[in-house]
């Protein structure tokens, strides 16, 4: 099962949901809960939102539920329901209190412009580079001093190049991006859409091509929303406007 799943995950970081899907469709003998859940992710990344919602939404599995609720928070901000979000994202983490699930709503938070919420989220939180990130961002937000996050951020992520091991390459343009580096945030979010795939990793690719003035990034965008049939609000907006 676990092979299957993370098999499954793999493809569809890549972008590739013909390929999840069977993996998810070879889970329904020996976990038709974690099938069901499987399919949901392939469906949000297909244009299917409103049906994964509906998955989702009917996995009680106590084991499972704290999962499938942080999934549905991610559909919802699809939708641009940030409200309906953090109210999936508070009850996942109030059943499974993980990293993953904290950031997404700490981002959910931040979105909303709620720093206060999200500074409280990040203080008790190990200092990761995406944890990091985030205080920098609450930070400068609030115009407080953030001067040494920002050092510290930059060295991590020159070090982390210096070693070939450049695995944040999703927040290390976003760096870029609030620095107003465009061709930097633009070259890395490139890095990181040639390893990734996901939603959030098409927006920040949107969001620097449109800082940068990339017409061509642009217009692949376009193209994989076109051919994937992912619906998301957030990158369709990032394709139009610089600030999303």
Same mark, same amino acid.
Do not use: M
């Given at each position: ?8 995950? /793999? ?6 949901? @013909? ?16 099938? @069901? /859940? ?25 084991? !499972? ?5 942080? !999934?549905?928070?991610? /559909? ?48 008790? !939180? ?10 920098? /961002? ?9 001067? =040494? ?35 930097? =945030? ?15 990793? !098409? ?17 692949? @965008? ?23």
């Amino acid at each position: 099962v676990q092979a299957r799943l993370t098999r499954a995950a /793999i493809a569809h970081v890549r972008g590739d949901i @013909v390929a999840a899907r069977a993996d998810c469709e070879a889970l329904r003998q020996s976990a038709p809960t974690v099938a @069901v /859940i499987c399919r949901a992710i392939g469906e949000s990344l297909s244009g299917h939102n409103a049906q994964a919602l509906a998955r989702l939404e009917n996995v009680t599995d106590p084991q !499972l539920r704290g999962w499938a609720l942080s !999934l549905a928070g991610e /559909i919802h901000e699809q939708q641009g329901a940030p409200d309906s979000a953090v109210r999936a994202y508070n009850a996942s983490l109030a059943l499974d209190d993980d990293l993953y699930t904290t950031v997404a709503l700490v981002d959910a938070l931040i979105a909303q412009q709620r720093w206060a919420q999200a500074e409280a989220l990040l203080v008790p !939180l190990p200092s990761t580079d995406a944890v990091l990130l985030r205080r920098w /961002i609450v930070a400068r937000k609030q115009q407080r001093d953030a001067a =040494a996050l920002q050092k510290l951020l930059a060295d991590r992520f020159a070090a982390a190049q210096v070693r070939g091991e450049f695995l944040h390459a999703r927040e290390a343009a976003l760096f870029a991006l609030e620095l107003g580096d465009s061709a930097t =945030a633009l070259k890395l979010a490139r890095q990181n859409w040639n390893d990734q795939r996901e939603p959030a990793d !098409l927006r920040i690719l949107a969001l620097a091509a449109r800082a940068a003035s990339d017409a061509a990034t642009l217009a692949e @965008v376009s193209d994989w929303l076109a051919r994937s049939g992912l619906r998301d609000v957030r990158v369709e907006r990032a394709l139009n406007s610089v600030k999303s």
